[in-house]
T-cell receptor, first 119, second 113 residues
Framework: GAVVSQHPSWVICKSGTSVKIECRSL??????MFWYRQFPKQSLMLMAT?????????EQGVEKDKFLINHASLTLSTLTVTSAHPEDSSFYIC???????????????FGPGTRLTVL | AQSVTQLDSHVSVSEGTPVLLRCNYS??????LFWYVQHPNKGLQLLLK??????LVKGINGFEAEFKKSETSFHLTKPSAHMSDAAEYFC???????????FGAGTRLFVKA
């Protein structure tokens, strides 16, 4: 199957700093990428959907100025957590979608996740 | 509208006994259904998927799931649990035309020796 990578796999930062997380589709082009957030022992919550070359669409309650998403190419999307605070500590997972197949079905592949800890 | 409900927050089985993880869905359209597994501090791994072909879907590691439209269910089963199956399992629904992917709350599977 298609591979999605994330970098870094874990990061620790001080409160007030910004952190950038990269998501790459390694062997396919992804017109759409998704960013999820997962709190301990909880399910994944969609934060935003990004399409290459256009602005991301944020889910209700997600601050777009705090979670900056850039999808500059068909293989790379970045999530920048600006002025991070301890409550932003979480597991962030990206997903990339490739189109195709019958009936308009889409394949979605997930990255391994990035553990962010804000001190 | 779409939704997915995992009926058990946690399931505990003994090694070698069958596993049943329950999932019910609702969808206005013909859905695609998935089961993912997540081991601690790891990303998601696709176990299997249903996309309107055979109703009984076989996945990796001996897991399978049956799509039952009349019951709006997509339960995950395995004949014999292994210690390495201990993880979090997510049932996921996605409609056609690029509708959002909806995750269930997850079911934590414990496997006792």
């Amino acid at each position: 199957g298609a591979v999605v990578s994330q970098h870094p796999s874990w990061v620790i930062c001080k409160s007030g700093t910004s952190v950038k997380i990269e998501c790459r589709s390694l062997d396919f082009q992804a017109t759409t990428m998704f960013w999820y957030r997962q709190f301990p022992k909880q399910s994944l919550m969609l934060m935003a959907t990004s399409n290459e070359g256009s602005k991301a669409t944020y889910e209700q309650g997600v601050e777009k100025d705090k979670f900056l998403i850039n999808h500059a190419s068909l293989t790379l999307s970045t999530l920048t957590v600006t002025s991070a605070h301890p409550e932003d500590s979480s597991f962030y997972i990206c997903s990339a979608r490739i189109s195709g197949g019958r009936e308009g079905r889409y394949e979605q592949f997930f990255g391994p996740g990035t553990r962010l800890t804000v001190l | 509208a779409q939704s997915v409900t995992q009926l058990d927050s946690h399931v505990s089985v003994s090694e070698g006994t069958p596993v049943l993880l329950r999932c019910n869905y609702s969808s206005s359209y013909s859905p695609s259904l998935f089961w993912y597994v997540q081991h601690p501090n790891k990303g998601l791994q696709l176990l299997l998927k249903y996309t309107s072909a055979a109703t009984l879907v076989k996945g990796i590691n001996g897991f399978e799931a049956e799509f039952k439209k009349s019951e709006t269910s997509f339960h995950l089963t395995k004949p014999s649990a292994h210690m390495s199956d201990a993880a979090e399992y997510f049932c996921v629904v996605r409609g056609t035309g690029g509708f959002k992917t909806i995750f269930g709350a997850g079911t934590r599977l414990f496997v006792k020796a």
